[in-house]
């Protein structure tokens, strides 16, 4: 009874002990470990998940992250060929591809960063710096839709802002390679002028969208004075058929009048006399006309017929 007590006690003393000296660790999916003593690595590194052990109070786990890292750049004012300089803010991914190298050359993310600030940076300058503005600003040859500070006769581009992303991509990637890094992507996330030329571009680009504004209104002007002599020509057809038109109803009108007066006159020559004497009665006197007729004349005669 006291040795099956006895081996009980020892047994959880030991747990104690490999528990105190953290002889277990727990490797997820997305780590990988690099074990230490006395800080300096032992074995081989640590890749697949699970429950570990390793030697209390001696050994040390170093975890590493296995999965894709950003880098993320300063901007930076960057020479170029021409002589002009070009704000460049750049961004990379990476990952840990050689653990143990990697811990025997930066020892940890941090140093890393610090490792791709210089080598990026680095690379990043000296490829700008072997081209012209346009190379690091355009990708193809499309005709520019508006103009800027860019010469207008270096239009055409050999090399363009892809290539030279892969440029410097390439160049960094030959030198993490003894890091144990592998960088995957690089991209300018964002280029701009520096403060010297800023001007310059905003004066072209103000000027440039004044002349296209200008050359809209002189469309607009053309297209408004065609529309108005389309306008005036059809109004002066539409007024001529028209005034033609009634010309010929009018004529008309007063050649029938004219035959319905001809055969009125020729069945009553008398009545029709008679007819017009009265419309001109009509029309020519008011309650105060006063007439000085001859004896002999018409409308005497009918007045004193009328009497």
């Given at each position: 009874m006291k040795q099956v007590s006895l081996l009980i006690v020892l047994i959880?003393?030991?747990?104690?002990?490999?528990?105190?000296?953290?002889?277990?660790?727990?490797?997820?999916?997305?780590?990988?470990?690099i074990i230490t003593q006395f800080g300096r690595p032992v074995g081989d590194p640590v890749i697949t998940p699970g429950l570990k052990i390793k030697v209390p109070f001696l050994q040390k786990a170093n975890f590493f992250d296995k999965r894709f890292l950003e880098w993320d750049g300063a901007p930076?004012?960057?020479?170029?060929?021409?002589?002009?300089?070009?704000?460049?803010?750049?961004?990379?991914?990476?990952?840990?591809?050689?653990?143990?190298?990697?811990?025997?050359?930066?020892?940890?993310?941090?140093?890393?960063?610090?490792?791709?600030d210089d080598i990026l940076d680095g690379e990043t300058r000296t490829t700008v710096a072997k081209h012209n503005l346009i190379e690091a600003v355009r990708s193809t040859n499309r005709e520019f839709v508006v103009s800027s500070a860019i010469d207008e006769t270096a239009k055409e581009i050999t090399a363009g802002r892809v290539a030279l992303e892969q440029e410097v991509l390439k160049n960094a990637s030959v030198r993490t390679e003894v890091l144990g890094i592998e960088i995957l992507d690089f991209q300018f996330k964002r280029t701009n002028y520096a403060d010297t030329d800023r001007p310059k571009v905003y004066e072209r680009m103000i000027s440039e969208r004044k002349r296209i504004a200008e050359e809209y209104r002189s469309e607009g002007a053309g297209e408004a004075a065609r529309i108005n002599g389309s306008k005036d020509r059809d109004l002066k057809e539409i007024t001529s058929e028209a005034y033609r038109q009634a010309q010929e109803i009018r004529g008309?009108?007063?050649?029938?009048?004219?035959?319905?007066?001809?055969?009125?006159?020729?069945?009553?020559?008398?009545?029709?006399?008679?007819?017009?004497?009265?419309?001109?009665?009509?029309?020519?006197?008011?309650?105060?006309?006063?007439?000085?007729?001859?004896?002999?004349?018409?409308?005497?005669?009918?007045?004193?017929?009328?009497?």
């Open positions: 959880a003393t030991l747990v104690v002990v490999l528990l105190a000296g953290g002889a277990f660790y727990v490797v997820n999916e997305a780590e990988q470990v930076n004012e960057v020479p170029t060929k021409d002589k002009r300089f070009l704000y460049v803010d750049t961004y990379a991914r990476w990952r840990i591809v050689d653990p143990l190298l990697f811990f025997q050359r930066l020892r940890d993310e941090r140093g890393a960063q610090s490792r791709l008309k009108a007063d050649a029938e009048a004219a035959d319905i007066y001809a055969r009125a006159y020729n069945r009553d020559p008398e009545f029709y006399r008679f007819l017009k004497t009265m419309e001109v009665y009509r029309t020519t006197l008011d309650s105060g006309t006063i007439l000085m007729l001859s004896t002999q004349g018409e409308f005497l005669q009918y007045l004193e017929k009328a009497r």
